[in-house]
């Protein structure tokens, strides 16, 4: 792990892309499936977790690891399907800022609580595979978010040291782990000013050019 090493992690869902009509209508098509009605408000307050504890939430005590399982996996691959039938785009800044990123010299990782299937479907669909040195999946964490985990994980694989490493986050959970993680965060989105994070933009094309080096530099200057 190097001091020199500076590292973005990027949360993906609401981040880099706004697939939620996807995981919407997913959702909503695998619980009717159920026998089972969900609501548009249950669903957006889901958005952020690991699906074993969004369906031990939303099925109850009384369901079933295997129904879990095969209720979340059957989900994920009417989402997959979604994807490859009709496309993503990245959100308006993400690709210009990926690149930008890397011809600076950062690594880069997409830090999600998304299965892998789905961070890969995405990451294709989009273009942006190449831009990435490393990906954290659901498979490769035990706790979700707001637990540091997948971030503390994301970091070590690029190299970087969680001082040197700055979140990118849709979430409040997000943001909450990456406080947890030691990481300066910034919130983006429609809700970023209510996530608590260091810097807070309603999209990626308002950052200006130089905030993710300002950001170290402040960082390094605040422990001095």
Not at 129 to 150: C, H, L, R
Not at 180 to 194: F, H, L, T
Request: net charge negative; hydrophobic share 40%; with cysteine.
């Amino acid at each position: 792990m190097s001091e020199n090493c500076r590292a973005v992690l990027w949360d993906l869902d609401g981040t880099l892309v706004d697939s939620e009509k996807y995981h919407w209508r997913s959702w909503k098509e695998t619980l009717e499936r159920e026998g089972m009605t969900l609501s548009y408000e249950t669903f957006l307050a889901s958005f952020g977790q690991r699906n074993d504890t969004i369906l031990s939430n939303w099925l109850g005590a009384e369901a079933s690891k295997a129904d879990i399982e095969r209720i979340g996996d059957a989900k994920e691959a009417r989402y997959r399907e979604l994807v490859r039938l009709e496309g993503l785009a990245p959100l308006p800044g993400a690709a210009e800022w990926i690149e930008r990123l890397n011809r600076e010299g950062w690594r880069q990782a997409v830090a999600s609580s998304a299965p892998r299937l789905n961070v890969d479907t995405v990451l294709e669909a989009l273009g942006l595979s190449k831009w990435f040195q490393a990906t954290v999946s659901a498979e490769d964490v035990q706790i979700g978010k707001p637990d540091p985990q997948v971030f503390l994980i994301a970091a070590s694989r690029v190299g970087a040291a969680p001082h040197t490493s700055i979140v990118v986050e849709d979430a409040a959970a997000g943001v909450e782990a990456s406080r947890r993680a030691g990481m300066r965060s910034i919130g983006v989105g429609k809700n970023a000013r209510s996530l608590g994070a260091d810097l807070a933009a309603l999209s990626l094309s308002d950052l200006p050019p130089q905030t993710f080096a300002s950001m170290l530099a402040r960082r390094v200057a605040d422990s001095e």
